[in-house]
C-alpha cells in the first residue's frame, strides 16, 4: 500500500546514505567485469541453479541502474546476456572469499539473504528476481525481530511487499504475510481498536482491524483474518496479543490465504484501495516498522 521507493541515485566512488559511506563502482570503471565467475568475485546468474548469463562483481553496488547502457548488466554468454540484473538475477556463487548480502531495495536496504564465502545457491522466493543492491562483509544484524515472525510469534513469509504487485494491476498500499489457515494473528503495536468488520471467506467478504496509537498517530489495520470474538471497537490491545486467525476471507480460496498488514498516517478505520488503484496513498511503511524494532522480512 505505501510506496517503497527502491530507486536510489547511482554514483561512482562514494555515495553517501543516512550518514554512511557507502562504496560503489560505476559500470565504466568495472573493467574486470568480463561475465565469467572469477575467484575474488560474486556473481549474479539470470537463472536458477547458476545457469544462464553472468554477471560479475569484485565490490559492492548500491544501485544496479534499470536501463542501459548504463546499468549493470548480464555479460556472460547465456540466456539473459545484455539486460540489466536488478530484479532480474535468480541465483548467485560467491567466490569473493567474504559474506556478501543482497537486498532487496537499493541502498542496501529491505529484505536481504546472506552468501557465505564460497557458497552458491538460489536465491529466496522474495528476492528472486527482485535484487536490487548487493553488499561485501554487511554489518551485523541489528538484533531486530522480523515481521513475518512477530505477527504469528512463529515463522512465517513476507509474499508481498508493500508496492510489490509484478501481476496485480495497482499498488499494493501494504505488506502481505503468509503462514496458515487458522494460525493467531498477532498485534503489532499496541493501541485502541477503531473498526472490526468481520467479513467472511470468499471474495466478497473483506474482513477489516483497524488499531490506532495515539502517541504514534499511526494506524496499522489487518485485512482478511477472522478477528476473534472476543474483539470489540474501544478495546485496548498490547503489543504481541492475539487478535485474529489467519483467514481467507476477502479472497478468491482458501489457497490464497495470507494477512494483509497496512500502516497509515493518522487514525484511519479502513484500508486505502490497492487493485486497480494507480495512486499509492500511503507512506513507505519501513522505517515506521525499523523505528519499532522490527525487520520488514
Known amino acids: 500500500m505505501a510506496t517503497l521507493n527502491r530507486v536510489f541515485t547511482a554514483a561512482a566512488g562514494v555515495i553517501a546514505l543516512g550518514g554512511i559511506v557507502l562504496g560503489t563502482a560505476s559500470p565504466a570503471s568495472a573493467a574486470t567485469r568480463n561475465g565469467v565467475c572469477e575467484t575474488g568475485e560474486f556473481c549474479y546468474y539470470f537463472n536458477s541453479n547458476t545457469k544462464g548469463s553472468v ?3 569484485g565490490g559492492s553496488v548500491a544501485d544496479y541502474g534499470t536501463k542501459q547502457p548504463s546499468c549493470y548488466d548480464f555479460k556472460g554468454s547465456g540466456a539473459g546476456k545484455g ?5 532480474e ?9 567474504k559474506t556478501v ?3 532487496y531495495n537499493t541502498g542496501y536496504k529491505g529484505s536481504y539473504q546472506d552468501f557465505k564465502a564460497g557458497a552458491k545457491g538460489n536465491l ?9 543492491s548487493h553488499r561485501f562483509s554487511p554489518p551485523a544484524s541489528t538484533g531486530r525481530v522480523n515481521l513475518s515472525y512477530a505477527l504469528y510469534n512463529a515463522t512465517g513469509r513476507i509474499s508481498c511487499h508493500f508496492d510489490g504487485y509484478t501481476s496485480t494491476p495497482g499498488r499494493h498500499e501494504g505488506i502481505d504475510f503468509v503462514r496458515g489457515v487458522g494460525v493467531n494473528v498477532r498485534a503489532l503495536i499496541t493501541g485502541q481498536i477503531i473498526h472490526v468488520a468481520r467479513g467472511r471467506t470468499g471474495s466478497g467478504g473483506l474482513s477489516t ?11 496499522v489495520i489487518y485485512l482478511h483474518t477472522a478477528p476473534n470474538a472476543s474483539l470489540k471497537v474501544g478495546q485496548t490491545v498490547k503489543k504481541g496479543q492475539a487478535i485474529a486467525l489467519e483467514s481467507w476471507r476477502g479472497v478468491g480460496s482458501s489457497a490464497s490465504a495470507h494477512t494483509h498488514v497496512e500502516m ?9 484501495k490497492s487493485v486497480g488503484d494507480p495512486v499509492l496513498s500511503n507512506p513507505n511503511p519501513n522505517a515506521f516498522w525499523n523505528s519499532l524494532g522490527y525487520n520488514v522480512r
Open 55 to 57: 554477471s560479475d562483481f
Open 83 to 87: 539486460k540489466c540484473i536488478k530484479n
Open 89 to 97: 538475477a535468480a541465483s548467485v556463487w560467491n567466490r569473493s572469499g
Open 101 to 103: 548480502r543482497v537486498y
Open 124 to 132: 529466496s522466493a522474495t528476492l528472486k528476481n527482485q535484487n536490487a
Open 209 to 219: 482491524i483497524s488499531i490506532y496509537n495515539a502517541s504514534l498517530n499511526k494506524s
Open 264 to 272: 497509515r498516517p493518522g487514525r484511519q478505520k479502513y484500508a486505502s
